[in-house]
């Protein structure tokens, strides 16, 4: 049976993933909207946020219902944000991704629950600046158990500690320094928890990627003097971008770059 599971068209498995994703990517809209108020995502059932009337089972279906009431709530008519469609449809593409990329393994599964999570924390520190203890705390033993699973104990081991302890001392040397909080708390959960689940060599990709990316982000904003060097700016999206980057490129980025940095044969 496994066998000709696995033996089925990789497009098969991307469209698949599609319609998962498209699924967990309306759960992943609850979460945006519930978890930063400290609310339950299962109950009370979904709902209009302006009326407070229950949203209808079709309407509630991924895309299609936000298609069919052309943007507005049955109830009030008022109009939804184009944000619900686009998260879900964000959270469909990349689980086709991960699905073709990973195909019927163990794998896919981890990384079919890691990054709806990463959408999720993605909006949350854009929109609060704060990435859940929620996710982050239980991410560190699922990290753990994942990256055991993946690369072994020790690695996943000193991937948590490197990565947490890297942004623990960062955090702590500027609040010494500085006397104000340079780095969340969320921050150094998150990466800790992503240094379980990638390893230590990966957790430093993450790390490298994702600041190089904020920077990029950063001195882009001043360059259009949106931003300055007081601008608190949230750095969970570039950590997460970075993860993302991991996940898919990371061990042949790594690899090439090592290559780079090989002594040549004599």
């Known amino acids: 049976m496994i066998e000709n599971i696995s033996a089925l068209p990789p497009w098969i498995f991307s469209l698949v993933g599609l319609v998962y994703g498209l699924m967990v990517g309306s759960f992943a809209n609850v979460c945006i909207s519930r978890l930063p108020k400290k609310e339950s995502v299962v109950f009370p059932a979904s709902h209009c946020p302006k009326c407070n009337q229950p949203i209808h089972v079709t309407d509630n279906i991924p895309l299609i219902g936000y298609l069919l009431l052309k943007g507005k709530c049955r109830n009030c008519q008022q109009k939804i944000s184009a944000i619900y469609p686009a998260i879900e449809l964000l959270t469909g593409l990349l689980m086709a991704a991960v699905f073709y990329r990973f195909g019927f393994t163990l794998e896919c599964l981890i990384f079919a629950i890691v990054v709806p999570a990463l959408v999720i924390i993605t909006v949350i520190d854009i929109e609060h600046q704060i990435i859940p203890d929620v996710i982050t705390l239980p991410g560190i033993p699922f990290g753990l158990i994942a990256g055991s699973y993946m690369h072994g104990l020790w690695d996943s081991l000193l991937g948590l500690l490197i990565g ?28 800790a928890a992503a240094g379980a689940l990638v390893g230590w060599t990966q957790v430093l990709f993450i790390i490298f990627v994702g600041a190089l990316a904020g920077a990029l982000f950063g001195g882009l904003g001043m360059g259009v003097r949106k931003l300055n060097f007081l601008s608190r700016i949230p750095f969970g999206p570039f950590l997460a971008l970075a993860t993302l980057i991991s996940i898919f490129f990371g061990e042949p980025i790594v690899e090439w770059y090592l290559s780079l940095m090989a002594p040549p044969p004599l």
């Open 164 to 191: 947490g302890g890297m942004f623990w001392l960062l955090a702590e040397g500027y609040w010494r320094l500085r006397g104000a909080v340079g780095m969340g708390g969320g921050d150094i959960k998150y990466i």
